[in-house]
């Protein structure tokens, strides 16, 4: 949620700091600004709208400058207007901060501040950062770094900052809590940004900014980063994981169709290594020290938001029926705030793509704090849950750039499937045949991937252009499939804007039943297996109100496709897997329909890609 990017060398800043935004720009879309340190003023560019806005707004303007901080904003405080744009200034305009995250407090300062004298511009929160820290280093005569550190002692809530001082050209500082911070090095320079993907064209040399912690990034000198109570703290440079490759578009005319389509190859990513057909082994390393913890847990809960809590909805039914061990999932932003129980012998999973969803980071802090062992299941390498965390998998699905989950998704359930596997087999709650059965249906799964990939393009195309015109739909799904449900839904709405609710079959007739007419699209997974006829029964009920039907069903079926107005066929496969298969179908189907609308796939309005606020 919102990006930042600095730069401080001996190369022009502009372009490093317009590709910075642009590789992070599905972290935030509202409003975009830069500010460029010219012999003895900064310059600031910045209006609302999109990175391209930002690049117009500067075209034929004096973009020099060997130092500079940019910005991409998701609105929290204050419309997306050009005022409210970062960067902010101090008074004076010497000093100029951009900002990812929410300052709690920010009346209190505010009015405080405007006692003091001082004006403001914007409506932000980070308006008030800068003037606190102006005030401090006026005021006490103190340093800029001090004045700070000083200010941030002053702060409730998250930060993730970037300052550029006139009086100090050569230098740029940083702090972090709760907002991701990660510093690159290049040779007489530094590069800083909210992620990786910013920097990896540059360098692989990176520090991660753990909280509290605050560093002076000085052309020509060594890194130094201190805490909030100002004690020099140790750093440790990591090579980063990533390819440029990873963080382009590869021909696909958006990012979140090029996702869909490498799900072959992410799926395969996250088993490898930890799946032996030969040997029959399920294996997950992160994991290895704490599966007895595991097995003896008295529950799971797993932690999440978004579509990772959807993932988490289908290892809820994967983790019972395999392990037989009690699992609650929770949204994470409710767990945070609900008090609840957590027993030492529980085990908390967490399950999130960026790794640095606020709400999620926050239940993991929290569990933590109760004693219980917490796992993390996270995308980003590096992040801060998976940092934060006891232990874990990481999916490796691969850089997810399109804001609506795709793969990230279906590694995440893939990893919670060999999670369910390798302990229902260390506690001997599996039968050896059905045991060796999965593991050679986990393998054969990119292959069934691709080949619904390759097989169901046209018919899901048929069915946008017919969805494309309605405004509400409903997702239907029983046990496995009750979170594809969900999870088809979310992508419709998130993507086209079409309203779309996800629900259990069954409860349809207490509730959602009285809107079915033939101006309803009912979208039905209805593979064999499990509830398939149970479900048969509840398309019946549609079909009498005259609701249309648009079926997921698995492939020679008979029953379904007779009272279908549309039948999209899947291969069939174990039903644990299901959920996987069946996803992408859905995914598709969202994608051609917010296409044919005329959508911003990859930057649906009002949404951001990581969601580092509260
Ligand atoms: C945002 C994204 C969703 C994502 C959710 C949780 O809302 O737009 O795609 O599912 O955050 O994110 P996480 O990174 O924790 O999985």
């Not at 975009?32 to 117009?56: M, N, P, R, T, Y």
């Not at 000083?150 to 809590?177: E, M, W």
């Not at 399950?351 to 933590?368: M, N, R, Y």
């Amino acid at each position: 949620m919102c990006g930042i990017v600095g730069y401080i060398g001996n190369k022009e800043a502009y372009p490093i700091l317009i590709k910075g935004l642009q590789r992070m720009e599905y972290r935030g879309y509202d409003s975009a600004g830069v500010a460029l340190l010219q012999s003895k003023e900064i310059k600031v560019f910045k209006c609302s709208g999109k990175v391209a806005d930002l690049e117009a707004h500067c075209q034929g303007k004096d973009i020099s400058g060997k130092s500079g901080i940019a910005h991409t904003r998701w609105a929290t405080h204050g419309e997306p207007t050009d005022v409210n744009a970062h960067p902010h200034f101090s008074s004076d305009r010497k000093i100029a901060l951009i900002h990812n995250g929410i300052i709690e407090n920010h009346i209190a300062l505010r009015q405080a501040l405007i006692k003091e004298g001082y004006m403001f511009e914007s409506e932000t929160d980070t308006e008030v950062l800068i003037h606190l820290i102006e005030d401090i280093h006026k005021k006490e005569n103190i340093d800029l770094v001090e004045s700070v550190r000083l200010a941030l002692t002053q702060v409730v809530g998250t930060y993730g900052i970037i300052v550029l001082s006139v009086d100090d050209p050569n230098t740029l500082i940083v702090a972090r809590k709760g907002s991701p911070v990660i510093i690159g090095f290049g040779k007489d320079e530094y590069y800083v940004a909210s992620d990786a993907s910013a920097l990896v064209e540059y360098t692989k040399k990176v520090v991660y900014l753990n909280d509290e912690e605050i560093a002076v990034l000085s052309k020509g000198n060594d890194l130094v980063v201190k805490n909030i109570h100002n004690e020099t703290v140790p750093h440790s440079i990591q090579k980063l994981q990533m390819t440029l490759s990873q963080i382009e578009k590869g021909g696909y005319e958006h990012f979140m169709l090029k996702e869909i389509y490498e799900q072959p190859t992410s799926i395969a990513e996250s088993m490898r290594g930890r799946l032996n057909l030969k040997k029959e082994i399920v294996a997950l390393g992160g994991i290895t020290e704490y599966e007895d913890k595991l097995l003896s847990a008295r529950r799971f809960i797993i932690v999440a938001c978004g579509t990772s809590y959807h993932a988490g909805l289908v290892a809820e039914h994967l983790f019972e029926d395999l392990v037989r061990i009690p699992v609650e999932v929770e949204y994470a932003s409710e767990f945070r705030y609900r008090n609840p129980i957590i027993y030492e012998d529980d085990v908390v999973i967490a399950i999130s793509q960026s790794g640095e969803t606020a709400d999620t980071l926050a239940a993991v802090e929290l569990a933590k704090k109760k004693g219980a062992l917490v796992l993390g299941i996270c995308n980003v390498v590096g992040s801060s849950i998976a940092r934060a965390t006891h232990a874990g998998s990481y999916t490796h699905a691969g850089f997810e750039i399109g804001v609506a989950s795709t793969k990230a998704f279906t590694s995440q359930v893939t990893v919670l499937t060999l999670m369910a596997l390798s302990l229902a087999m260390r506690k001997e709650k599996i039968q050896r045949k059905q045991y060796t059965q999965m593991i050679a249906a986990l393998e054969d799964l990119p292959n069934k991937v691709k080949y619904v990939l390759d097989s169901v393009n046209a018919t899901v195309q048929e069915v946008a252009i017919y969805m494309k015109d309605f405004s509400n739909v409903l997702y239907l799904g029983r046990n496995y499939n009750y979170p594809v449900a969900l999870e088809g839904a979310l992508k419709l709405k998130e993507i086209s804007y079409i309203h779309a609710e996800g629900y259990p079959a069954a409860e349809m007739k207490h509730g959602p039943i009285a809107l079915i007419d033939e101006n309803m699209p009912v979208v039905v997974i209805a593979t064999k297996k499990g509830t398939y006829k149970k479900i048969v029964s509840n398309i019946e009920e549609v079909k009498a109100r005259k609701g249309k039907i648009i079926s997921i069903v698995t492939e020679g079926d008979v029953d379904v496709k007779n009272l279908s107005d549309f039948v999209i066929e899947i291969p069939e496969t174990e039903e644990m897997l299901v959920p996987i298969i069946a996803s992408i179908p859905l995914q598709l189907l969202a994608y051609y329909v917010a296409v044919m609308c005329g959508k911003n796939v990859d930057k649906p309005r009002n949404l951001a890609k990581s969601v580092t606020v509260e």
